[in-house]
């Protein structure tokens, strides 16, 4: 064999153990991650092998298959749950500034509804229920992610110094107050904004909606897509949109954009914030 081809079969070796990697998964937790992008599911479990002191895909799914905890070892790695408070604060401006006031205006006496969907720990879904407060506006966020532990600690609601870096100092004042948890010192939320949030799990990629039907006037699912494959990351988008009440809106992160099978359905709102805003007739589902 010259060299290209055993480094082709080195690759295909390696892109099977991989194959295997994800299937143990699959079968002990029900994740599916050959969903997701290749090359990011294979930095993570790279970056996983790494930390367990392990330089060769073989041996670590040796250790994966014998280990049980290594399973969510890896899962934790490859759910990249980094956040923030008033993540991307332009956003959040335009959120803050016009639409939810705006929104408050078109709800009248009606509650606000948003979905914070890929919410990680809570710091998008608690940043929104900040702003239905800020608005005196009746509302609720309803906060969905894949991972139970970014979930329960979402509930806990304790948060470090960084995380809330980009939080406005009176949102930060009036909402969050310092707290401690061990020996590590932050900052926790105050039991009136918990109120506004409701924290359960769903999988973007999964056949089943958390709406039925369009409800929702605002759905944030931000820096989440990107992690995922085309045709899924275009099936997803387009529960999205179905979630939408007519003329909601739907606020993407920076990197991503609709795919052409939701985009006739949506128009742009605010370019720079990646906020969409619901028309004309939702995709067709292919539940
Ligand atoms: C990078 S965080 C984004 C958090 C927040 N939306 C933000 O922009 O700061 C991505 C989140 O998506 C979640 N996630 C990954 N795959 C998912 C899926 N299939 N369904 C729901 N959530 C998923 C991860 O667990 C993680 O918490």
Redesign the pocket.
């Known amino acids: 064999m010259d060299d290209g081809a055993h480094s082709q079969a080195a690759v295909a070796d390696r892109q099977a153990i991989i194959g295997t990697i994800l299937a143990v998964l699959r079968e002990r937790t029900g994740y599916d991650f050959s969903?997701?992008r290749p090359a990011t599911v294979e930095r993570r479990i790279h970056n996983r092998m790494i930390a367990a002191g392990i330089d060769s895909p073989a041996e670590y799914l040796a250790l994966l298959e014998s280990t049980p905890e290594e399973t969510f070892r890896l899962i934790e790695r490859?759910?990249?749950?980094?956040?923030?408070f008033y993540?991307?604060n332009g956003t959040f401006d335009v959120l803050r500034q016009e639409l939810i006031p705006y929104l408050a205006g078109a709800r009248g006496e009606m509650p606000i509804r948003i979905w914070?969907?890929?919410?990680?720990?809570g710091?998008?879904a608690y940043t929104l229920a900040m702003l239905l407060e800020e608005a005196g506006h009746a509302g609720f966020v309803e906060a969905?992610?894949?991972?139970p532990s970014?979930l329960g600690a979402a509930h806990v609601g304790f948060y470090s110094e960084e995380a809330v870096a980009e939080l406005p100092p009176d949102l930060l004042d009036r909402y969050l107050e310092r707290a401690s948890q061990g020996r590590r010192a932050g900052y926790r939320v105050r039991d009136a904004l918990r109120q506004r949030v409701r924290f359960s799990r769903?999988?973007?990629?999964?056949r089943v909606s958390i709406a039925d039907g369009a409800c929702f006037d605002l759905v944030?699912?931000?820096?989440?897509l990107?992690?995922?494959q085309r045709d899924v990351q275009e099936r997803?988008l387009g529960a999205l949109r179905r979630a939408l009440a007519p003329g909601g809106f739907l606020c993407l992160?920076e990197a991503e954009w609709p795919g052409p099978a939701a985009r006739p359905s949506l128009e742009p709102f605010r370019h720079q914030a990646r906020i969409f805003r619901a028309a004309g007739r939702p995709p067709a589902g292919d539940a």
């Open positions: 969903r997701y490859l759910t990249i749950k980094v956040s923030r993540r991307n914070s969907a890929g919410c990680a720990c710091e998008e969905t992610d894949i991972d970014a769903h999988d973007l990629t999964s944030c699912c931000r820096n989440t990107i992690y995922l997803a992160g």
